[in-house]
């Protein structure tokens, strides 16, 4: 018998990162249906009410959203479901996104899908899978390509290693397999990760959108250790 979709969520099921208290309440905001994973996305009252501590409680954040003051891709979002960086607002005006299909339509029309589940016609030729789109917000169109190759800056999106961001230096392909890349971050640290998880942020060392504070680094414990006594000392 079908039971249709669940409507609600325990917090002992919610996703890690967004850090919820296990003993403060019995169910978590229960994300709405959307082209992002429900382990990759973080509900607006979380963001709201847990990271900058504008509400106290979900009503208050529904009476924040109420007010249309909140965006997320140029549109207004009022039902309260979506590391916090803040940009600036002319990087506000794009996205970027990453190209999981590029096949043929209806007619023959060529068409590109992104991984927000965007569907772009008629892309340039040499637009191909694992390649980075910069989509104008406004407009919805493509105004840069950014190509899937060994020397550009790419940022983990998951498995161990998400979050580190890196130049690629080595991508090895596996018939019937995952083709696995190689990084090398701005410490010389160096990683790897399934090609399904690089998301290519820029050509050369320079990528196009800001980066967090620690840009993407991630230290092994002996070197924490290390930068928290150089902090005391300091």
Same mark, same amino acid.
């Given at each position: 018998m079908v039971?249709? @979709?669940?409507? *609600?969520?325990? #917090?002992?099921? $919610? @996703?890690?990162?967004?850090?919820?208290?296990?003993?403060?309440?019995?169910? $978590?905001?229960?994300?709405?249906a959307g082209p992002h994973k429900q382990r990759e996305c973080l509900p607006l009252i979380i963001f709201l009410r847990n990271r900058l501590k504008y509400a106290l409680n979900g009503r208050e954040v529904q009476s924040i959203l109420m007010q249309r003051l909140v965006?997320?891709?140029?549109?207004v979002r009022t039902d309260g479901r979506f590391i916090i960086h803040r940009i600036t607002d002319e990087e506000a005006k794009f996205k970027l996104g990453k190209v999981k299909r590029a096949q043929l339509g209806a007619k023959g029309i060529p068409?590109?899908?992104? /991984?927000? $589940?965007?569907?772009? #016609?008629?892309?340039?030729?040499?637009?191909k899978v694992n390649d980075t789109v910069k989509i104008d917000i406004e407009t919805g169109k493509v105004v840069e390509t950014i190509k899937m190759e060994v020397g550009n800056v790419a940022m983990v999106t998951g498995g161990h290693s998400m979050g580190r961001i890196?130049?690629?230096? *080595?991508?090895?392909? /596996?018939?019937?397999?995952?083709?696995?890349?190689?990084m090398k971050d701005s $410490?010389? /640290?160096?990683?790897?990760? #399934?090609?399904?998880?690089?998301f290519v942020i820029g050509e050369g060392n320079k990528a196009i959108i800001s980066l967090p504070k620690n840009k993407g680094i991630k230290f092994t414990i002996s070197e924490e250790r290390d930068r928290r006594r150089q902090k005391q000392e300091a």
């Amino acid at each position: 018998m079908v039971r249709g @979709p669940k409507k *609600h969520m325990k #917090r002992l099921n $919610a @996703p890690k990162h967004w850090m919820l208290d296990k003993l403060t309440g019995t169910y $978590a905001p229960k994300p709405s249906a959307g082209p992002h994973k429900q382990r990759e996305c973080l509900p607006l009252i979380i963001f709201l009410r847990n990271r900058l501590k504008y509400a106290l409680n979900g009503r208050e954040v529904q009476s924040i959203l109420m007010q249309r003051l909140v965006k997320v891709d140029g549109k207004v979002r009022t039902d309260g479901r979506f590391i916090i960086h803040r940009i600036t607002d002319e990087e506000a005006k794009f996205k970027l996104g990453k190209v999981k299909r590029a096949q043929l339509g209806a007619k023959g029309i060529p068409y590109i899908v992104t /991984h927000d $589940a965007r569907t772009i #016609r008629y892309p340039n030729p040499s637009i191909k899978v694992n390649d980075t789109v910069k989509i104008d917000i406004e407009t919805g169109k493509v105004v840069e390509t950014i190509k899937m190759e060994v020397g550009n800056v790419a940022m983990v999106t998951g498995g161990h290693s998400m979050g580190r961001i890196g130049v690629i230096t *080595h991508r090895e392909r /596996h018939n019937g397999g995952f083709d696995i890349v190689s990084m090398k971050d701005s $410490a010389g /640290h160096t990683f790897v990760t #399934r090609l399904s998880n690089v998301f290519v942020i820029g050509e050369g060392n320079k990528a196009i959108i800001s980066l967090p504070k620690n840009k993407g680094i991630k230290f092994t414990i002996s070197e924490e250790r290390d930068r928290r006594r150089q902090k005391q000392e300091a």
